[in-house]
């Protein structure tokens, strides 16, 4: 399951910063089981969307959409501008 989200830009500033509760009717707060899974954005590349899925109480899953813009046709862009 996933109890939050980080996302830290390549100066180390965190953009997002989010944890979510750990309750449940048997155990206190579980701060101690975190694990963060860390992803890099390879270099040039760009996050775009992300997708995930919940079992309608937790998510359970989450993807990220990346791109690499392409350098020819955001030069053209500057050129037409």
Known sequence: MIYGLRIVDSAGSKLVDENWNKFTSLSTFLDDDNVWRHL???????????????????????????????PGASSESKDRT
């Open 40 to 70: 890099k954005v390879p270099l040039g590349c760009e996050i775009i969307g992300c997708h995930g899925s919940t079992d309608g109480q937790y998510i359970r899953s989450l993807g990220w959409l990346i791109w690499q813009p392409n």
